[in-house]
């Protein structure tokens, strides 16, 4: 069945630093890939999308590019804030409706 | 206020005890959706909806029981509560094909479930 392996945190970073976040999928067909964050106390927000393979997904300084010979797409931000602490969840879906869920990992980035 | 409500947002109930969580989108999106976020295994799918009247389970839907009479209104109760269900609960919605939105599910605040 589908799957999504992200990188285990907790990440904790300062501010300015880079930001990667590695996820690999699996998947039987050509799923769409996703980004979602979850701030404390709040449901999750989708970040970014890539619906095809070499499709760059970005939003709010954050990138990530869909590349199916690797099976992977990571989440990248070149100088975090301390307003992107947050939990990440990398996600796909192979159909219509559902999505798969990685494990999420937690960001903290100190000033 | 359109967009998605979970209530209440906080429970705790005792072991054998029924507890209903609520969700109501003022959207009118065909598809809902309950997860459970537990740490470690990110967000799992229990049960979803295609549309009033049709539901079917997720990968963890042993214990949970839903209903969606109306399109807004899509309730998860759990008919006998025990603590391997003490979770967050996040209810989301869709209005269309994931791959041709641009917000494929939009999501609830939770419900944080304690069961003792």
């Known amino acids: 069945g589908d799957s999504v392996t992200q990188m285990e945190g907790p990440v904790t970073l300062s501010e300015e630093a880079f930001l990667t976040i590695n996820c690999t999928y699996t998947?039987?067909?050509?799923?769409?890939l996703f980004w979602y964050v979850q701030y404390p106390g709040e449901g999750l927000q989708l970040l970014l999308k890539a619906t095809k393979a070499d499709d760059k997904g970005s939003n709010k300084g954050f990138e990530a590019t869909y590349r199916k010979e690797t099976t992977s797409f990571h989440l990248e931000k070149g100088s975090v804030q301390v307003s992107d602490s947050a939990v990440y969840f990398c996600?796909?879906?192979?159909?219509?409706?559902?999505?798969?869920f990685g494990a999420g990992t937690t960001v903290t980035v100190r000033a | 206020d359109a967009g998605i409500t979970q209530s209440p947002r906080y429970k705790i109930t005792e072991t054998g005890r029924q507890v209903t969580l609520m969700c109501h989108q003022t959207w009118s999106h065909s598809y809902m959706f309950w997860y459970r976020q537990d740490l470690g295994h990110g967000l799992r799918l229990i049960y979803y909806s295609a549309a009033a009247d049709i539901t079917d389970k997720g990968e963890v839907s042993d214990g949970y029981v839903v209903s969606r009479s109306k399109t807004e209104n899509f309730p998860l109760t759990l008919e006998s509560a025990t603590r391997s269900q003490t979770s967050v609960y996040f209810c989301a919605s869709s209005p269309d094909r994931v791959s041709a939105s641009n917000q494929p599910q939009h999501f609830g605040d939770g419900t944080r479930l304690s069961i003792l």
């Open positions: 996600a796909l879906s192979d159909s219509d409706y559902k999505l798969s």
């Open positions: 998947a039987t067909g050509y799923p769409s």
